[in-house]
């Protein structure tokens, strides 16, 4: 049962953080101003600057917007994984090293995030992390 709770509170944080940076990322496509610089004339130098790997096809700012969803789309699959174990851990025999990996993944997130994110994501990511590491070693042992 703990293990199950555990998992299902890490999937939670990693859909609620994809799901919001996502909207907030659609929203920010047409008026910027959560997950956008606070300079507007970047924002400006962003949509008309090309990026030189598309040679012209896009702008930072298209870029900008695209790596965003991305990283939303990875949160909520991270988040996807985690539910489905909780689902299925049961019924299923997973190798504790299946468990360990999410856990790992997570560990990264959160390690990226400890760098470059703010305190939100960052606290979202440990908590969820700790989760994924204690559903692990209850499952291994």
Request: positive net charge.
């Amino acid at each position: 049962m703990m293990i199950g709770a555990l998992l299902g509170i890490a999937g939670l944080i990693y859909t609620v953080l994809g799901l919001l940076h996502a909207v907030y990322t659609l929203l920010d496509e047409r008026n910027p101003k959560r997950l956008a610089p606070d300079d507007p004339a970047v924002v400006t130098a962003m949509q008309n600057s090309k990026m030189r790997l598309s040679r012209g096809a896009m702008t930072m700012w298209q870029a900008w917007i695209s790596f965003n969803l991305t990283h939303s789309l990875a949160a909520l699959m991270l988040g996807a994984a985690c539910f489905i174990v909780a689902a299925c851990f049961r019924i299923f025999a997973f190798p504790p090293a299946a468990l360990f990996a999410l856990a790992g993944v997570s560990l990264l997130v959160t390690l990226i995030g400890l760098r470059y994110w703010f305190s939100v994501p960052r606290a979202g990511t440990l908590v969820a992390t700790l989760c994924l590491l204690a559903a692990a070693l209850l499952y291994a042992f």
